[in-house]
């Protein structure tokens, strides 16, 4: 398995442009994770789906940020309209609930840069 | 309020030593604890879990000791080599909501 795959790995983009960042999970993986990280505030959790249905948004800072995951191998996080105080490594993580010795598949990440 | 405290000073220590990095938390019940490795610009990756029933657990060069007493982790890295320089992560997951809450980590730098 190619493990978690996000892109793009790098965005830069204008304040108030909409920003979608995506994932791959692994594929068997149930549970699916949205962490943001910044060197303030280290790793917080946004969002995170169990079989493709949301379980908990409360991390979600916003309105402006949303999440969704149509299927077992693909979600989207997306930011509209995007700020400067957004700008952080977002890194989407999977896990198999089934496999209760093992830890979290993070992604490599995308640095998202809003200028 | 939740806190997980992880000693945000670096850690330094020459090669071949044991490397010992702490996790303190305060307001939490966890069902496991977890350590992660982050090396610059890539994801955190998974090291270790221990449940909250277990005192110590062990993986080739590493071992994590749990105590729900003291609420704190240890987490040691013995023989340690350069390769094992990175920021560690410590992670609780109280086990109903099962998701992980992340310390902000503790940065290793082995020398030789």
């Known amino acids: 398995d190619a493990g978690v795959i996000q892109s793009p790995r790098h965005e830069v983009t204008e304040m108030g442009q909409e920003v979608t960042l995506r994932c791959k999970p692994i594929?068997?993986?149930?549970?699916l994770f949205w962490y943001r990280q910044t060197m303030m505030r280290g790793l917080e959790l946004l969002i995170y789906f169990n079989n493709n249905v949301p379980i908990d948004d409360s991390g979600m800072p916003e309105d402006r940020f949303s999440a969704k995951m149509p299927n077992a191998s693909f979600s989207t996080l997306k930011i509209q309209p995007s700020e400067p105080r957004d700008s952080a490594v977002y890194f989407c993580?999977?896990?198999?609930?089934?496999?209760?010795?093992?830890?979290?598949?993070f992604g490599s990440g995308t640095r998202l840069t809003v200028v | 309020s939740q806190k997980i405290e992880q000693n945000s000073e670096a850690l330094n220590i020459q090669e071949g030593k044991t490397a010992t990095l702490t996790c303190n938390y305060t307001?939490?019940?966890?069902?496991?604890l977890q350590w992660y490795r982050q090396d610059p610009g890539r994801g955190p990756v998974f090291l270790l879990l221990i449940r909250e029933n277990e005192k110590e657990k062990r993986k080739e060069r590493l071992k994590v000791t749990f105590d729900t007493t003291l609420k704190q982790s240890l987490f040691h890295i013995t023989a340690s080599q350069p390769a094992d320089s990175a920021t560690y992560l410590c992670?609780?997951?109280?086990?109903?909501?099962?998701?992980?809450?992340f310390g902000t980590g503790t940065r290793l730098q082995v020398t030789l």
């Open positions: 594929s068997g993986h149930n549970s």
């Open positions: 307001n939490y019940s966890p069902a496991y």
């Open positions: 993580a999977s896990r198999d609930r089934g496999q209760a010795n093992y830890g979290y598949t």
């Open positions: 992670a609780l997951d109280t086990g109903t909501a099962s998701k992980l809450t």
